[in-house]
């Protein structure tokens, strides 16, 4: 039944990769002469080579304060959703029970999805784990109670080569948590898609915990029929949207040593009168600044953008929310959707602005549609360094003032430093304390490249 099925797959799996080579063919004969884009490198479909009781697709995220969850899948639809683990390779002196779910897509039916959360966990601890009671051995590292943190940041997945490399080099180097601002998979609707992108990154998010938000590929609405969208990303990475105050797994936050994360959804409501928006105010409203100095927001499409990609699609956002996180001060704001790499310089309603946030556009993870080519010219005065490569980025907060940014191009062999810069929390900023206590705005600034900011 297993082989006649893998036949089945892979009899549609080759009339899909031939399907999106004539529609990218097609894009190219439309695209207008300011756009192309770099020729991509092939997908990598990743095979399932464990018996159907054990795990797959194993991935791990933040749930709470001194808590992670364990999700995976199973073929099997009776392995019992359970975890147990300990601080001793081979030694699970402790479990815990979850919930496990399942969906359809059309004629697609998937495994026994799995989430079980653990804890409560000590901090900078390895603990090793098991999932379903048999299978392989697996372990991750708890982040630390206490500065230095660092986050690894990679947008716009995807599977192909070039995804394999930006995981390699990510890899090189430890880091303790990894941000995605949305496209993970780019199954668009082919779900055997989700179940490959799972295996692929496995080894990685399986070893350290995944904080993903949702990007325009995870929508796959279908009209009348799955009109809501988002039902295998919703099914398969499960985010502690209920342990901080939201009702939608598209939008949801985290605190992490000193910082404030807040991952939020493109692609649902965020206007004045949004939940989004209402829970987002009042999230960042329980931010005490001296306990927390760091506040990172995480976005698919980006609010400044000088590719000729993707040009404005989030500018209605920009209008709705941009205020509250200005009167927050929120440091970062990363985003991905553009196959490119860019920072900006502080910045608010268009104009540099020494009391805004850094937006950093990362959307360079390796996707199967290639490059984001071609920018602007001249360049704008907020815009610090752009380039079109692949790669990754790198988030060290050093101590309740100072973190240093870095980007990492993804040559052949090793990842390059492109680009880096070292950052000052606005919450330290005395220029920017009267906005913290919600009096008037800072003045505007105009900040070189190689200024620290």
């Not at 939008?251 to 409501?269: I, P, Q, R």
């Not at 790499?341 to 805004?356: I, L, M, P, S, W």
């Amino acid at each position: 039944m297993e082989a006649n099925n893998n036949n089945v797959f892979s009899f549609w799996f080759t009339i899909f990769l031939l399907a999106q080579q004539i529609i990218l063919q097609l894009k190219q004969l439309d695209a207008s002469p300011e756009f192309t884009r770099q020729p991509p490198r092939p997908l990598i479909f990743t095979q399932h080579n464990r018996p159907e009781s054990q795990p797959q697709q194993v991935h791990i995220s933040l749930a709470g304060n001194d808590h992670m969850r364990i999700s995976w899948v199973t073929s099997d639809k009776h392995v019992p959703s359970i975890v147990e683990y300990g601080n001793v390779s081979g030694k699970y002196e402790l479990s815990a029970t979850g919930e496990h779910t399942s969906y359809h897509y059309f004629f697609y039916s998937s495994g026994e999805i799995h989430h079980v959360t653990i804890g409560p966990l000590k901090p900078s601890t390895t603990y090793y784990y098991r999932c379903g009671g048999s299978g392989p051995q697996f372990s991750f590292r708890t982040p630390p109670s206490s500065f230095p943190i660092e986050f690894a940041v990679a947008g716009d997945l995807g599977q192909t080569e070039w995804t394999a490399s930006t995981l390699a080099h990510l890899n090189a180097t430890d880091y303790d948590v990894l941000l995605l601002p949305g496209d993970l998979s780019y199954a668009d609707t082919q779900q055997p898609l989700w179940d490959s992108f799972g295996r692929l990154v496995e080894p990685y998010a399986s070893h350290r915990p995944w904080m993903v938000t949702q990007g325009n590929h995870e929508i796959e609405i279908f009209p009348i029929i799955y009109p809501n969208g988002f039902k295998a990303y919703n099914a398969r990475w499960l985010m502690p949207y209920q342990e901080s105050g939201s009702h939608s797994n598209l939008y949801y936050s985290f605190d992490l040593v000193g910082t404030h994360v807040a991952m939020l959804g493109s692609y649902a409501d965020f206007d004045a009168t949004s939940d989004q928006y209402k829970w987002l105010q009042a999230d960042l409203a329980n931010v005490d600044r001296s306990n927390t100095p760091w506040i990172f927001v995480l976005i698919h499409a980006p609010w400044y953008n000088s590719n000729l990609a993707h040009k404005g699609e989030g500018e209605s956002m920009r209008k709705a929310m941009e205020e509250l996180l200005y009167k927050a001060k929120v440091d970062i704001i990363f985003a991905g959707h553009v196959h490119a790499y860019e920072r900006f310089t502080r910045v608010y309603d268009n104009k540099a602005d020494q009391c805004g946030p850094v937006h950093v556009t990362i959307g360079d993870g390796g996707n199967r549609e290639g490059l984001a080519m071609l920018y602007e010219n001249p360049s704008p005065s907020i815009s610090l360094y752009r380039e079109a490569s692949f790669g990754h980025g790198r988030l060290r907060i050093v101590n309740n003032t100072h973190a240093h940014w870095s980007w990492h191009r993804n040559n052949d062999s090793n990842a390059f430093v492109a680009d880096e810069v070292w950052l000052q929390s606005l919450s330290s900023s005395n220029n920017c304390k009267q906005t913290l206590e919600g009096q008037e705005e800072a003045p505007s600034s105009t900040i070189s490249h190689k200024d620290e900011f």
